[in-house]
């Protein structure tokens, strides 16, 4: 099995697996239509999944090969075991994905892109999957980077991809985790009570950047706890769903006014 098919088969697995979670036993109920957000998550999808797939091929086929005169290589130089050099590369790329997360909330430029995600006015597994293109190639772009400066094996590349998916379906989602195990996971992997508080509009917006892993949150000091209700998600100044359509996410970094 290609990389990209691993990934729809992963993608499309998570999905499913998610949204009948949804049904059957969900955190709340709907605060938005599904239908409309759905089309423009699922667009989203379909236009970012195949150029995703593209630049991974193109971020593996770079994480072979070893000649680039400006790659360092850190994680050739390190004589650990394999399954410990895969973990250090996993929570690596984790570290940078939290950090880009970052820059995306603070820089104007980014965050004209990133707003697209927090636009959506209620969360489930498919608001995984609302992100602009323009904030998947600048994601692709620091990636390879880090592969060919750091030595990032192949298959560290792949496993995190594929973590990196299944954690973003897991945290959007809207389903309702036993209490104790949610307690845990905040000690641990992102649970969805945490990121829910991200998507609540500012100051909780700036806060709980992490995909895999709290322990950037913890560390740097932007973990945060407070309460969210469901009506609470999206922008405060973006409040129509009948504007938050495909073409109007796809236009709005590009658009006066749409901060």
């Given at each position: 099995m290609t990389q990209g098919s691993l990934r729809v088969a992963f993608f499309l697995g998570g999905l499913f697996t998610l949204l009948s979670w949804e049904l059957?036993?969900?955190?709340?109920?709907?605060?938005?239509?599904?239908?409309?957000?759905?089309?423009?998550n699922l667009g989203l999808a379909l236009i970012n999944?195949?150029?995703?797939?593209?630049?991974?091929?193109?971020?593996?086929?770079l994480a072979e090969r070893r000649a680039a005169?400006?790659?360092?290589?850190?994680?050739?130089?390190?004589?650990?075991?394999?399954?410990?050099r895969l973990g250090l590369e996993i929570l690596v790329l984790d570290l940078l994905v939290y950090l880009l997360h970052r820059l995306y909330h603070r820089a104007p430029f980014f965050w004209r892109f990133h707003q697209v995600h927090h636009t959506d006015l209620d969360l489930d597994v498919t608001s995984a999957s609302r992100f602009h293109l323009?904030?998947?190639?600048?994601?692709?772009?620091?990636?390879?980077a880090a592969v060919q400066s750091l030595g990032i094996s192949p298959t560290g590349l792949v496993a995190f991809e594929i973590s990196l998916l299944l954690a973003a379906q897991f945290q959007h989602a809207n389903i309702l985790l036993p209490r104790l195990l949610e307690r845990s996971l905040w000690w641990t992997f992102v649970p969805p009570a945490m990121h829910r508080v991200h998507h609540h509009p500012t100051p909780e917006m700036n806060s709980n950047f992490?995909?895999?892993?709290?322990?950037?949150?913890?560390?740097?000091?932007?973990?945060?706890?407070?309460?969210?209700?469901?009506?609470?998600?999206g922008l405060p100044e973006l409040r129509n769903e009948e504007k938050l359509g495909l073409w109007t996410l796809?236009?709005?970094?590009?658009?006066r006014g749409d901060r």
């Open positions: 059957v036993k969900p955190h709340h109920p709907p605060a938005a239509p599904r239908w409309r957000r759905w089309l423009a999944g195949s150029v995703v797939s593209a630049l991974c091929i193109m971020c593996i086929t005169p400006w790659r360092y290589g850190l994680f050739e130089r390190l004589s650990v075991p394999r399954g410990i323009g904030e998947v190639f600048s994601s692709a772009a620091a990636k390879l992490g995909t895999l892993v709290t322990a950037w949150d913890r560390l740097l000091g932007t973990l945060r706890r407070s309460p969210v209700e469901p009506s609470a998600f796809l236009q709005m970094p590009f658009r």
